[in-house]
């Protein structure tokens, strides 16, 4: 298996304080990897790093094969992102944001039409089409987020806590479009806070001060710690924490 | 009283802690006095002018030619005596006159009440006539009207005053407040004992006190970097800038009341407040020159009514009871604002 | 005497429904949850109680106090901490604090005693502006601000929402210990699994239905099918094939193991042993077991 992620005591600083400490990890090609830690744990800073966002302070990262110092462009071009803040234009219709992206990641109008087609079958929308994002359930418009944000087929997706606040359905169908993606070879790094969807995760890291306390399977992860389910792990390795805040 | 001193607390630390726009605030006085005072000109184009001719001296027609083939100037008409010159130039028509004494003075008067706009003519028609001058020898002298020292500043000072108290009391109180709005803290202030007033009084205090500093910061720049005396009570300037703050807090807390986002109070703060203070009220153009439409619309315009009593108390030296009708102008719209927005501000969402 | 009442409660923003005929009665001391997904019309229902937002139709009362005759009242006898956590991100911590402690005329260390659990976590850091303190440090701090005067009621809307679990947790301890001090707690969370801290719940939906009204542990027995844990190796083509069984009433995903009612029972777990086996998957276990709250709520969507 390739890896599409790779780091190397990557870390970050912000005057004396370590955000990100040596986090060292890879993560493989078409894999669901669960990034996991408490509010503060520093994962948000590390996935801007990843994403391009923000230079390192020492270490080595790749991503989708290109240098996180370097190649910041590059990176952008073959990743996409969605977060729970911030998804879609609330003030523009469900074709227009798909309009938008696609020609922001430099699809064709013939592609973009296309794809319009394609996600408004697939997510139950057609109806929707002159729907203002505004109006549609917050479960809907992550579901669209979603798609748009794997438009262009990117190597890997970024999902900053997609699932926050959405009904327990329309979640369940959220994490089935990440398994779509990921039979067709899209990597996908989450955030979440629900320790059930940890479950779905191929493998997942737990972050705590800025350090990966763990990494694994979750199945292999429950025997390690000796727990019934993720939840349990998650509490045995977050409760150690001793950075209060960042 | 203690609820009301730890609000308007807080409201000291939001603006002392917002490093940048405090120094705009304080800095933005400072920056339009020079601004007004050095940098702005005014153009002069096909200034209509009139000739009082007591040589009847051929040689005059020459003068008036020279002018004409000017693109600055263009000839009114001719006049029989300075009566009428005085009319002419009270009803906005002239903007400049020759006058030709019997014994060959040349005298070239202009309307000094906008001094930039004076100086610059008389500059122009000196160098156009200059070849003229020397040849036919006459003596030449000009006369300001109204304003002899010929000080621009006389203009300006009260308008900028007239300025920076809308921004800064209308605009930031305006914005301070759908600020609240925005950021959800609103609603908790609602849901407690809390008086919508006093949330409102203790967002226009700081304001107030900014505004109250950059109008001493304008008095002091004028007095002493442009030379402009303060003729009348200074008490009265600060008096009167006092009342008309109050006129714009009020203004900006009516805008709170229509708008939800700082951007739209911000827009409508501009639109509303911003371009007719600096076009409706004689700050830049004369109100009398403009149509009719405009000079109602003017009326209502607050900075307007300020600036007019400013003048007179800064710059002619008047005493309260002559400004006393732009006194219950203002008064009476900060009554009325007032009632308007506690009306319409809302203690529910 | 300091209940909260709500009778046929209903209210719409132009042509979107926001809360539908509610009803509820929250008894004196209670710890209520309103459990519902985003879109469900918590926070509607929040600002009707809290005197913000006037119902379209319907009544309700908070302490015997009408929410729209004895706002003022209401106001003084309620803390009321908002969705997103409203603070002011330039004040200080203490700052903070000490400003909602006097806008509700009291002072810190008047009541330092009710808050001072939850206060001595984020003392530390009480110099540090709350725009740079994270998520679970705000929500601690928001409702220290919501308790500073001692309400006798407190709404809580979605204080945990986007907090991580073990501070979750942490949070729902705290509200256990308020309750004990006699104060009556409303408190929605789109987290099912927090629905068992509640005394009693309201299962809430979208357009603001009321699903069902009664203890967590009635509502888990309410569900009155049995329910199946299925696990196998590979677990999403499990998932597929479950629900491509003629047999299947219903599946879904639940963490490790997939959630499963079928349309006869008994005999058919032997069948369908024999059918996942058929299909190739290896290791398969299925189990029987209790309903939770969120597969009540899903069945009743």
Same mark, same amino acid.
């Given at each position: 298996?390739?890896?599409?992620?790779?780091?190397?005591?990557?870390?970050?600083?912000?005057?004396?304080?370590?955000?990100?400490?040596?986090?060292?990890?890879?993560?493989?090609?078409?894999?669901?990897?669960?990034?996991?830690?408490?509010?503060?744990?520093?994962?948000?800073?590390?996935?801007?790093?990843?994403?391009?966002?923000?230079?390192?302070?020492?270490?080595?990262?790749?991503?989708?094969?290109?240098?996180?110092?370097?190649q910041?462009?590059?990176?952008?071009?073959?990743?996409?992102?969605?977060?729970q803040k911030?998804?879609?234009?609330?003030?523009?219709?469900?074709?227009?944001?798909?309009?938008?992206?696609?020609?922001?990641?430099g699809? %064709?109008?013939?592609?973009?039409?296309?794809?319009?087609?394609?996600?408004?079958?697939?997510?139950?929308?057609?109806?929707?089409?002159?729907?203002?994002?505004?109006?549609?359930?917050?479960?809907w418009?992550?579901?669209?987020?979603?798609?748009?944000?794997?438009?262009?087929?990117?190597?890997?997706?970024?999902?900053?806590?997609?699932?926050?606040?959405?009904?327990?359905?329309?979640?369940r169908?959220?994490?089935?479009?990440?398994?779509?993606?990921?039979?067709?070879?899209?990597?996908?790094?989450?955030?979440?806070?629900?320790?059930?969807?940890?479950e779905y995760?191929?493998?997942?890291?737990? #972050?705590?001060?800025?350090?990966?306390?763990?990494?694994?399977?979750?199945?292999?992860?429950?025997?390690?710690?000796?727990?019934?389910?993720?939840?349990?792990?998650f509490?045995?390795?977050?409760?150690?924490a001793?950075?209060?805040?960042? | 009283?203690?609820?009301f001193?730890?609000?308007?607390?807080?409201?000291?630390?939001?603006?002392?802690?917002?490093?940048?726009?405090?120094?705009?605030?304080?800095?933005?006085?400072?920056?339009?006095?020079?601004?007004?005072?050095?940098?702005?000109?005014t153009?002069?184009?096909?200034?209509?002018?009139?000739?009082?001719?007591?040589?009847?001296?051929?040689?005059?027609?020459?003068? /008036?030619?020279?002018?004409?083939?000017?693109?600055?100037?263009?000839?009114?008409?001719?006049?029989?005596?300075?009566?009428?010159?005085?009319?002419?130039?009270?009803?906005?028509?002239?903007?400049?006159?020759?006058?030709?004494?019997?014994?060959?003075?040349?005298?070239?008067?202009?309307?000094?009440?906008d001094?930039?706009?004076?100086?610059?003519?008389?500059?122009?028609a000196?160098?156009?006539?200059?070849s003229?001058?020397?040849?036919?020898?006459?003596?030449?002298?000009?006369?300001?009207?109204y304003n002899?020292?010929?000080?621009?500043?006389?203009?300006?000072?009260?308008?900028?005053?007239?300025?920076?108290?809308?921004?800064?009391?209308?605009?930031?109180?305006?914005? *301070?407040?759908?600020?609240?709005?925005?950021?959800?803290?609103?609603?908790?202030?609602?849901?407690?004992?809390?008086?919508?007033?006093?949330?409102?009084?203790?967002?226009?205090?700081?304001?107030?006190?900014?505004?109250?500093?950059?109008?001493?910061?304008?008095l002091?720049?004028?007095?002493?970097?442009?030379e402009?005396?303060?003729?009348?009570?200074?008490?009265?300037?600060?008096?009167?800038?006092?009342?008309?703050?109050?006129?714009?807090?009020?203004?900006?807390?009516?805008?709170?009341?229509?708008?939800?986002?700082?951007?739209?109070?911000?827009?409508?703060?501009?639109?509303?407040?911003?371009?007719?203070?600096?076009?409706l009220?004689?700050?830049?153009?004369? /109100?009398?020159?403009?149509?009719?439409?405009?000079?109602?619309?003017?009326?209502?315009?607050?900075?307007?009514?300020?600036?007019?009593?400013?003048?007179?108390? #800064?710059?002619?030296?008047?005493?309260?009871?002559?400004?006393?009708?732009?006194?219950?102008?203002?008064?009476?719209?900060?009554?009325?604002?007032?009632?308007?927005?506690?009306?319409?501000?809302?203690?529910?969402? | 005497?300091?209940?909260?009442?709500?009778?046929?409660?209903?209210?719409?923003?132009?042509?979107?429904?926001?809360?539908?005929?509610? %009803?509820?009665?929250?008894?004196?001391?209670?710890?209520?949850?309103l459990?519902?997904?985003?879109?469900?019309?918590?926070?509607t229902?929040?600002?009707?109680?809290?005197?913000?937002?006037?119902?379209?139709?319907?009544?309700?009362?908070?302490?015997?106090?009408?929410?729209?005759?004895?706002?003022?009242?209401?106001? #003084?006898?309620?803390?009321?901490?908002?969705?997103?956590?409203?603070?002011?991100?330039?004040l200080?911590?203490?700052?903070?604090?000490?400003?909602?402690?006097?806008?509700?005329?009291?002072?810190?260390?008047?009541?330092?005693?009710?808050?001072?659990?939850?206060?001595?976590?984020?003392?530390?850091?009480?110099?540090?502006?709350?725009?740079?303190?994270?998520?679970?440090m705000k929500?601690?701090?928001?409702?220290?601000?919501?308790?500073?005067?001692?309400?006798?009621?407190?709404?809580?809307?979605?204080?945990?929402?986007?907090?991580?679990?073990?501070?979750?947790?942490?949070f729902?301890?705290m509200?256990?210990?308020?309750?004990?001090q006699?104060?009556?707690?409303?408190?929605?969370?789109?987290?099912?699994?927090?629905?068992?801290?509640?005394?009693?719940?309201?299962?809430?939906?979208?357009?603001?239905?009321?699903?069902?009204?009664?203890?967590?542990? *009635?509502?888990?027995?309410?569900?009155?099918?049995?329910?199946?844990?299925?696990?196998?190796?590979?677990?999403?083509?499990?998932?597929?094939?479950?629900?491509?069984?003629?047999?299947?009433?219903?599946?879904?995903?639940?963490?490790?193991?997939?959630?499963?009612?079928?349309?006869?029972?008994?005999?058919?777990?032997?069948?369908?042993?024999?059918?996942?086996?058929?299909?190739?998957?290896?290791?398969?276990? /299925?189990?029987?077991?209790?309903?939770?709250?969120?597969?009540?709520?899903?069945?009743?969507?």
């Amino acid at each position: 298996m390739k890896n599409v992620i790779e780091t190397d005591r990557l870390t970050k600083r912000f005057g004396i304080f370590t955000a990100v400490d040596q986090i060292s990890f890879e993560v493989e090609e078409g894999e669901i990897f669960g990034f996991l830690g408490a509010n503060g744990a520093g994962k948000t800073t590390a996935m801007r790093m990843l994403c391009g966002l923000s230079v390192p302070t020492s270490g080595k990262a790749r991503v989708a094969g290109f240098d996180v110092y370097k190649q910041q462009e590059e990176i952008k071009k073959h990743i996409g992102y969605m977060s729970q803040k911030f998804s879609l234009y609330n003030d523009l219709k469900v074709w227009e944001n798909i309009r938008l992206f696609g020609g922001i990641y430099g699809l %064709s109008k013939k592609q973009i039409a296309a794809k319009t087609e394609e996600f408004l079958y697939a997510l139950g929308l057609e109806s929707e089409r002159d729907t203002m994002v505004n109006s549609l359930p917050l479960g809907w418009k992550q579901k669209l987020a979603f798609s748009v944000a794997v438009i262009h087929e990117p190597r890997i997706v970024f999902l900053d806590e997609p699932t926050g606040g959405v009904d327990p359905v329309t979640r369940r169908q959220f994490w089935e479009l990440i398994y779509q993606a990921s039979a067709r070879g899209i990597t996908t790094f989450v955030t979440t806070h629900y320790m059930d969807e940890a479950e779905y995760c191929n493998r997942v890291s737990i #972050m705590v001060d800025g350090r990966i306390e763990a990494f694994n399977t979750p199945s292999a992860l429950k025997i390690t710690f000796k727990a019934n389910n993720m939840n349990e792990v998650f509490h045995a390795l977050a409760r150690k924490a001793q950075r209060i805040d960042n | 009283m203690r609820q009301f001193g730890s609000f308007i607390r807080k409201e000291f630390y939001h603006i002392l802690r917002d490093k940048r726009t405090m120094t705009i605030l304080l800095l933005m006085p400072i920056i339009l006095i020079i601004l007004f005072g050095y940098a702005i000109t005014t153009e002069i184009k096909q200034s209509p002018f009139v000739v009082l001719d007591n040589s009847f001296d051929t040689r005059t027609n020459q003068l /008036i030619e020279q002018l004409q083939a000017s693109e600055y100037f263009t000839l009114y008409s001719k006049v029989s005596n300075v009566e009428e010159i005085e009319n002419l130039f009270r009803q906005g028509k002239i903007r400049m006159a020759l006058v030709v004494s019997p014994t060959n003075d040349l005298q070239i008067l202009a309307d000094a009440t906008d001094p930039n706009e004076a100086a610059a003519l008389i500059q122009y028609a000196q160098a156009i006539l200059s070849s003229q001058l020397s040849t036919f020898n006459f003596q030449l002298s000009t006369h300001l009207l109204y304003n002899p020292q010929m000080k621009s500043a006389y203009n300006f000072v009260p308008g900028v005053m007239g300025l920076i108290l809308i921004l800064i009391c209308a605009m930031m109180t305006s914005v *301070g407040i759908v600020k609240e709005k925005e950021m959800g803290t609103m609603e908790v202030l609602l849901v407690s004992p809390m008086k919508p007033v006093y949330i409102v009084l203790a967002k226009a205090t700081p304001y107030l006190l900014i505004s109250l500093i950059n109008i001493i910061t304008i008095l002091l720049l004028s007095r002493f970097l442009l030379e402009v005396p303060i003729v009348g009570s200074i008490w009265l300037v600060l008096g009167l800038s006092v009342l008309y703050a109050l006129v714009a807090l009020s203004l900006g807390l009516l805008i709170s009341t229509i708008t939800d986002t700082q951007q739209a109070a911000m827009l409508i703060s501009w639109v509303v407040l911003m371009l007719p203070v600096m076009l409706l009220s004689g700050m830049i153009f004369p /109100i009398e020159n403009m149509p009719w439409i405009l000079q109602i619309i003017s009326d209502i315009v607050p900075a307007k009514w300020y600036i007019i009593a400013v003048k007179d108390v #800064m710059i002619k030296g008047l005493g309260a009871e002559t400004i006393l009708k732009e006194i219950g102008i203002l008064a009476l719209m900060f009554v009325t604002l007032t009632a308007l927005s506690v009306k319409r501000f809302k203690i529910r969402l | 005497m300091n209940g909260v009442h709500i009778q046929n409660i209903s209210k719409k923003y132009g042509s979107v429904t926001a809360l539908q005929t509610i %009803s509820l009665n929250i008894g004196d001391g209670e710890l209520f949850g309103l459990i519902g997904p985003d879109g469900a019309g918590k926070t509607t229902l929040f600002r009707i109680l809290t005197t913000l937002l006037l119902p379209d139709s319907g009544s309700a009362s908070v302490c015997g106090l009408d929410i729209i005759k004895d706002l003022k009242e209401i106001r #003084m006898r309620v803390g009321y901490m908002p969705g997103r956590f409203s603070l002011y991100q330039d004040l200080t911590v203490e700052e903070n604090l000490s400003f909602f402690a006097s806008v509700f005329n009291t002072t810190i260390a008047d009541n330092y005693e009710l808050v001072r659990d939850i206060y001595v976590q984020i003392e530390p850091f009480k110099h540090r502006r709350a725009g740079k303190l994270s998520g679970g440090m705000k929500q601690k701090l928001a409702l220290c601000c919501a308790l500073i005067h001692r309400p006798d009621v407190l709404f809580l809307d979605e204080p945990t929402t986007g907090v991580d679990p073990v501070s979750r947790v942490e949070f729902w301890d705290m509200l256990d210990k308020l309750k004990r001090q006699g104060i009556t707690i409303l408190v929605s969370t789109p987290y099912m699994d927090e629905a068992s801290r509640c005394d009693r719940i309201a299962l809430l939906m979208r357009s603001g239905v009321c699903l069902s009204v009664d203890t967590p542990e *009635g509502i888990r027995r309410s569900f009155n099918k049995p329910l199946y844990a299925v696990r196998a190796k590979n677990m999403y083509p499990l998932l597929e094939e479950l629900r491509n069984y003629e047999g299947t009433l219903s599946c879904y995903a639940f963490g490790d193991s997939h959630h499963l009612t079928l349309k006869s029972y008994k005999k058919d777990i032997i069948h369908l042993q024999s059918y996942l086996k058929e299909k190739g998957f290896t290791n398969v276990t /299925i189990e029987s077991i209790e309903a939770g709250i969120e597969d009540c709520f899903i069945n009743e969507m």
